[in-house]
């Protein structure tokens, strides 16, 4: 069965980390492009960052602006993951974030900020930024 699975999502105060991961089965993550979304309530999925696959040694990665310098995509390929570090975490950054992933790019080194590159998607984990 093709699934993806996040986790690591949970409530933070302002300024704080969380590390998300996004976990497949029946994919090996590292043959395709990723992406992280975010869904605030009552708002549309927006994309916040998307990782290429490592087909070669150095890994394209592109951010939302609104995310640069404080998240970082990256992957573990021995553990089948993709994380999304969330670093000086406002409460903007609210929302339910999905890892989604686009079979069609099958070692396709580049990605796009755009839900509609990605068929698949997970079910997402909350995170909320509050005092």
């Known amino acids: 069965q093709l699934q993806l699975v996040e986790s690591g999502g949970g409530l933070v105060q302002p300024g704080g980390s969380l590390r998300l991961s996004c976990a497949a089965s029946?994919?090996?993550?590292?043959?395709?492009?990723i992406a992280w979304f975010r869904q605030a309530p009552g708002q549309a999925r927006e994309a916040i960052s998307c990782?290429?696959?490592?087909?070669?040694?150095?890994?394209?990665?592109a951010y939302a602006d609104s995310v640069k310098g404080r998240f970082t995509i990256s992957r573990d390929n021995a553990k089948n993951l993709v994380y999304l570090q969330m670093n000086n975490l406002s409460p903007e950054d609210t929302g339910v974030f999905h890892c989604?992933?686009?079979?069609?790019?099958?070692?396709?080194?580049?990605?796009?900020?755009?839900?509609?590159?990605?068929?698949?998607w997970g079910q997402g984990t909350p995170v909320t930024v509050s005092s």
């Open positions: 029946g994919f090996t993550l590292k043959d395709y492009p």
């Open positions: 990782i290429g696959s490592s087909e070669i040694s150095t890994t394209y990665t």
């Open positions: 989604a992933l686009n079979r069609a790019g099958w070692r396709q080194t580049t990605c796009r900020l755009s839900p509609d590159y990605y068929a698949y």
